[in-house]
Each structure stands twice: as C-alpha cells, then as structure tokens.
C-alpha cells in the first residue's frame, strides 16, 4: 500500500481480555517497529522487527505483550489480559532497513485502546 | 546513558512569529537526527532528516533544522508559523543500525 496501515483505528476492551493490533507496512520495507504512546507522553518502543525475526524484544513491558512478523510483512502485536494501564497509542512504523539513509521510519495512524 | 532531551514541554506562539524548539542528543557517536510532527488523532510525519553533510537542513513545510556537534543539538526552526503548524514536534535520534530513542515531545501551540 501507500503508506503504512495499522487497524482497528480504534479498540475497547473490558480489563482481561485479550487483544490483536494489526500493522501492515510499506511494501518493501522490510524493518517494522512498534511504539506506545500514553496520553501526553513520548513514544515508548517495544519491538523492532527486520524481517520475521524480532532482535530487539526489549521493550516489551511484560510477559502479556508480544508480537509476530509472518512472511515479511504484516505484523500484529497481541497483548494479553488487558489492563487498565495498558490504554494507550500503538504506533506501527516501517523503514527500508537499518542502514545509512534506509532508517527512516514511515508511520501508521496508530490503534488508540481503552481498556475499560 | 543515551538519551534525548526536548527541554520544552509546551510552547506558545503567534500566527507569523519565528519559532524555534530545541532538541539535544547524550550520544558517544554522532547519530542520524529527525524531526517528526504528529497532528492531533494523526500518526508521526517525518519533516527532515540529518545524516551528514550540510549541518542546515530542509525540510517540508518550511521547517529548517541545524545541527551543531558542539553543542550536541538538533534544533528546529521556521521563519513564520502558521495556525496549521500547531501539533506536536518529536526529535528522534538513531545510531547505525539501532532504533530511534524519540525525545518526550513539544507541544506547539499557535495564537491567531
């Protein structure tokens, strides 16, 4: 596509149960990111992913987040158990890689969730 | 540690005033520097980038940008603001290979 989809726009959830954000990148970008952002805060990375594989999970904060690449190219971040403080932006953003002049990152509009 | 600071939180300008907000970088190496608007319910839009070369950037919108290795600062500038520009203004730093550390952002306010 143009730019970089992520959907639903929009997400509410009652406090435990479980949920799928959905990112599709620019074609042919092969890095993807995941961000969080709190109301009136910065953007909190998450995860990065080149390709499928994801070498820097570190920012994931905790054990009921987690995220997958298939085939390159959709991503989807599930976070698990909701909580009340997990309501937030996710941002999904793409680049043509890491290197010099490729690490430009696309965003999407973002998932806005409330967990209720 | 590494990190990236935007020492203003929220800034108010007049329709047609210069603006300039600030961005300063803690980094051992020098790094690729950005700055990105975010419109409010709207993803992040890149305005310009630095990587090397001429330390005075353009970008869109008629956002410029310099950066100064001395005193490890990427500030943005634009000669007249207009009520469109109200947003908020992210600097981001990214060593090679690595992710971006985003600052916390700078609100901009404009007054007619």
């Known amino acids: 596509g143009a730019g970089v989809s992520q959907s639903p726009s929009n997400k509410v959830t009652e406090k435990g149960k479980d949920v799928e954000l959905r990112c599709d990148p620019i074609?042919?970008?092969?890095?993807l990111y995941w961000y969080r952002q709190s109301l009136g805060q910065g953007l909190e990375f998450l995860i990065y992913?080149?390709?499928?594989?994801?070498?820097?999970k570190s920012g994931l904060p905790s054990d009921r987040f987690s995220a997958e690449r298939t085939g390159g190219s959709v991503s989807t971040l599930t976070i698990q158990r909701t909580q009340q403080e997990d309501s937030a932006v996710y941002l999904c953003?793409?680049?043509?890689?890491?290197?010099?002049?490729?690490?430009?990152?696309?965003f999407g509009a973002g998932t806005r969730l409330s967990v209720l | 540690a590494q990190s990236v600071t935007q020492p203003d939180i929220h800034i108010t300008v007049s329709e047609g005033a210069s603006l300039e907000l600030r961005c300063n970088y803690s980094?051992?190496?020098?790094?690729?520097l950005f700055w990105y608007v975010q419109s409010p319910g709207q993803g992040l839009q890149l305005l310009l980038k630095?990587?090397?070369?001429?330390?005075l950037v353009q970008g869109i919108k008629g956002f410029e940008a310099e950066f100064k290795r001395s005193q490890s600062s990427f500030n943005l500038r634009k000669p007249s603001v207009h009520w469109s520009d109200a947003a908020e203004y992210f600097c981001?730093?990214?060593?090679?290979?690595?992710?971006?550390?985003f600052g916390p952002g700078t609100r901009l306010s404009v007054l007619p």
């Open positions: 953003a793409s680049s043509l890689g890491t290197g010099l002049a490729k690490n430009i990152q696309y």
């Open positions: 074609s042919g970008h092969t890095a």
């Open positions: 992913f080149q390709g499928n594989s994801a070498p820097d």
């Open positions: 980094y051992g190496a020098t790094p690729y």
């Open positions: 630095y990587f090397s070369g001429d330390t």
């Open positions: 981001a730093v990214a060593l090679y290979g690595q992710n971006f550390v």
